[in-house]
């Protein structure tokens, strides 16, 4: 399938290049339409926004603790859109595009950093969308297991799961491509390699070339593809999507890409990369040459992108002041979710804990 | 009725409800072809075939996450870990994901799974084929633990495990895997986990044991019985959640309580029940409440096993002195 993007021989697709122009040289592969690429941008103009405010939130100590996804987005976006709705969606932490192409509520993405457990809560039949997964890499097995639940009913819905460069050296990431490759399980494996794991470049977490290339050790194919192109993911994801649906197996896809922003609010990124590295993935910027193209292609005018980012910044504020006046879990949530229904010994734990927040009497 | 063994029960059971259901798969190391190294799996595979039953790759954490993914995506996954000193690498997925998906997701995910592994001492094992360390995933928030010590209770308590909503541990007393048999019903049927059996009604003495230790708890029983000693004697069956009512109503009606289990002793399930009585039932007590439990040692090679095992004599010695206590 990816016969002519062989990272082994130091391959990787790219389609559409920094300049907003699309590789006239290529194969054959999956494209977007021109109303997909719109949709692209808009979702990805959102995701910014959002992004951009919950840092900002974290400033004003509104917000605990966040990752922000700036620079990455076009990763989870073009690979969700090359997928059905029916199809398991297994999250790291930074797929925001993902999550907003999937239809999930910007809100929700809100209520989980803010720390309410109904963040992790995604109607399972409407969004097929697994919680965020804050054990690295531990939510590959799960994606396997759940690709093979879908292949053992008869359907032909696929798994597509995400993780980090810094992930791939986790023993999870090795089970589960080769449990996948035993099993010929229907599931995408999508490393965003954005360079660094916190403070740690990827040539210290494996001493391969690319991370693609791992997956012919577990006899499958994995391509490279430029993760900040939004058309060279979603024809790979496409491809592989397809591949699977067909019951030939597992793929995996290495997105190189880079975080322009720090790993958490609480991490200091100069301490570890240099100003002038920024500055070159900056002009690599998976938004800015989507623009382009957008324009080039008279998709949408200079005008009605100014007027779209403004609603998307009024959007991220509506979604976020939702978020902060979700109802708070209640002490009965904190006990009525342990099990399905709650046994004795914990009833009487609920209870003594109700009559300790009484008070004296 | 069929006479069987434990191991017997353990198939039978899997062989019963994997006709009722067919969302149940079971999956592990060597439970295909060869039916596990203990034969709790064998001929599921052929009477179900490869896709409901077969080999994993040899990787315990990516047995338990892939089950579980399983079972978010509506199977009913029974997964076997060949000795419960395997199950350590697969801690990751117990605690951090098997455990808390249903709480996580408040209730949109959840995780009716089993966990099947032999456990406890008394084989002549190689390192790592004979501990007893159920209190570890009775300290776990989310899951339940069951733990039979007859055929009959194997299969009533496997069917339930399989049919609970929730993650269940079920360890399997390998000493007692063959050591006798038991009139077992041909069909389908359950008992309820989170209630404990009274083997033996008394009135002088409460002894609660669980698992491979039932079997020399209940030589003990018998042999204090001939010295005119009365001992109500409790199967626990569940450690977690444990039967709470049932060890209280005994204890308020004899006053002196003997704990026995082979794993080790400091925050074991022995500590949890005797703290949960001196306060509960305090008043009713006529003795310290005492555990008899395996040191907190580690668990010897087959050379000195016997200094680590917990027998028949050891539990009559102690009984009696639990018995004999006067303030």
Same mark, same amino acid.
């Given at each position: 399938m990816f016969e002519n993007f062989d990272p082994r021989e130091g391959k990787r697709l790219q389609i559409l290049n920094e300049d907003g122009q699309i590789n006239s040289d290529l194969p054959k592969l999956p494209m977007l339409t021109n109303k997909q690429a719109l949709h692209a941008f808009k979702i990805m103009v959102i995701t910014r926004e959002a992004d951009d405010w919950a840092v900002s939130l974290n400033r004003q100590g509104r917000m605990p603790t966040y990752p922000p996804v700036k620079g990455q987005e076009a990763n989870s976006i073009g690979s969700l859109m090359a997928v059905k709705n029916e199809d398991w969606f297994v999250q790291a932490f930074r797929e925001l595009g993902g999550l907003l192409i999937r239809g999930v509520p910007l809100t929700q993405h809100y209520l989980y950093f803010l720390g309410n457990e109904m963040g992790s809560f995604y109607e399972p039949e409407k969004y097929h969308v697994l919680p965020i997964s804050v054990p690295i890499s531990s939510q590959l097995p799960h994606a396997v297991g759940l690709a093979y639940a879908e292949q053992y009913k008869g359907t032909d819905n696929i798994t597509i799961v995400f993780n980090g460069d810094g992930g791939t050296s986790v023993g999870d990431f090795h089970e589960s491509l080769n449990f996948a490759g035993v099993w010929n399980a229907p599931v995408i494996f999508y490393v965003q390699n954005n360079q660094y794991a916190i403070s740690v470049p990827r040539h210290h977490q494996t001493?391969? /070339? /690319? =991370?693609?290339?791992?997956a012919f050790g577990y006899g499958f194919e994995g391509v490279q593809v430029d993760g900040n192109d939004v058309f060279a993911v979603y024809a790979a994801t496409k491809l592989a999507a397809n591949h699977a649906r067909k019951g030939n197996g597992p793929t995996l896809i290495e997105g190189f890409t880079y975080r322009l922003g720090a790993h958490t609010t609480a991490d200091d990124p100069t301490r570890y990369r240099e100003d002038q590295e920024v500055a070159d993935w900056i002009k690599k910027d998976p938004l800015i040459r989507l623009e382009k193209y957008v324009l080039n292609n008279k998709l949408i005018t200079e005008q009605q992108i100014v007027t779209l980012k403004k609603e998307a910044k009024k959007q991220a504020h509506a979604a976020f002041e939702e978020a902060d006046n979700f109802q708070k879990e209640s002490l009965d949530n904190t006990f009525r979710y342990t099990f399905k229904n709650i046994p004795p010994i914990l009833e009487e734990q609920l209870e003594q804990r109700r009559e300790l927040e009484g008070g004296l009497k | 009725m069929q006479a069987l063994t434990i191991i017997s029960a353990v198939n039978d059971a899997l062989m019963t409800e994997m006709q009722n259901d067919k969302n149940i798969v079971t999956f592990g190391e060597d439970v295909g072809v060869e039916g596990g190294v203990f034969r709790a799996t064998v001929n599921l595979q052929k009477k179900y075939g490869e896709k409901r039953c077969f080999d994993s790759p040899l990787a315990e954490n990516a047995i338990v996450g892939t089950a579980l993914g399983m079972a978010m995506g509506g199977l009913r996954p029974v997964v076997e870990i060949q000795f419960s000193g395997f199950v350590y690498p697969a801690f990751n997925q117990i605690i951090t994901h098997v455990s808390r998906m249903r709480n996580r997701t408040r209730g949109a995910l959840t995780a009716p799974m089993v966990i099947r592994m032999p456990y406890s001492g008394g084989i002549r094992a190689l390192e790592l084929h004979s501990e007893s360390m159920e209190a570890l995933f009775g300290h776990i928030p989310g899951i339940k633990v069951v733990i039979p010590s007859t055929p009959y209770d194997t299969k009533g308590l496997l069917i339930s495990a399989i049919r609970d909503e929730d993650p269940v541990i079920f360890m399997e007393p390998k000493r007692l895997y063959r050591a006798f048999k038991q009139e077992v019903p041909e069909d389908a049927y359950t008992i309820p986990i989170g209630k404990a059996a009274i083997v033996q009604p008394g009135t002088q003495l409460t002894l609660i044991s669980y698992g491979s230790q039932m079997k020399e708890a209940k030589e003990a029983t018998a042999l204090l019985q001939k010295e005119g000693i009365s001992v109500e004697l409790i199967?626990?069956? /569940? =450690? &977690?959640? &444990?039967?709470k009512s049932t060890i209280l109503e005994s204890v308020k009606k004899t006053g002196r309580l003997l704990v026995v289990h082979e794993g080790p002793r400091s925050f074991g399930v022995a500590a949890e029940i005797i703290a949960m009585v001196s306060k509960d039932a305090f008043e009713y007590l006529e003795a310290p409440p005492t555990r008899l439990t395996g040191a907190d040692t580690i668990f010897p090679l087959p050379s000195a096993e016997h200094h680590y095992m917990i027998h028949t004599a050891h539990i009559v010695k102690r009984a009696t002195e639990v018995i004999r206590y006067q303030p």
């Open positions: 001493a391969s /070339t /690319t =991370i693609a290339e791992k | 199967d626990l069956r /569940t =450690i &977690y959640p &444990y039967d």
